[in-house]
């Protein structure tokens, strides 16, 4: 399996088993309850050498709650996937190693209700 893809499906598996409603692919439809996460895109980048490819796979990763004064409830979700993701050692095919996490937390205005959005960069070494 592509490095890339391997990630996201054990991503979507470990963030579903914490109980958070996660969605790829697309956006959820409109009247799905929240908060939820939604796995975004990914990027990958290979470095092969004689007998083996290694790299690197980013992952940015969404999350949404439509009560924007509950912030802790965001945060608390943006930290139990990052332990997820630190967590994250081997899988099927590769062994991980995560190198790089990058938090945000702001206000989203583009539904008629306000919302609280957390995005999260990730960057795992893979062997």
């Known amino acids: 399996m592509d490095p890339q893809q391997e990630l996201f499906t054990e991503l979507?598996?470990?963030i579903k088993a914490e109980?958070?409603?996660?969605y790829d692919g697309f956006l959820p439809p409109e009247g799905t309850p929240y908060p939820f996460v939604y796995l975004a895109d990914s990027q990958q980048t290979d470095v092969a050498n004689k007998s083996a490819v290694f790299g690197n796979v980013y992952q940015t990763i969404h999350v949404w709650s439509n009560t924007p004064?509950?912030?802790?409830?965001?945060?608390e979700m943006l930290l139990g996937i990052k332990n997820i993701c630190r967590r994250m050692r081997d899988t099927d095919n590769f062994t991980w190693l995560?190198?790089?996490?990058?938090q945000r937390i702001l206000p989203d205005n583009t539904t008629k209700e306000p919302l609280l959005h957390g995005i999260l960069e990730v960057e795992f070494k893979f062997y």
């Open 12 to 14: 979507l598996i470990r």
């Open 19 to 22: 109980g958070y409603d996660v």
């Open 69 to 75: 004064k509950n912030r802790g409830t965001v945060s």
């Open 98 to 102: 995560l190198k790089n996490v990058s």
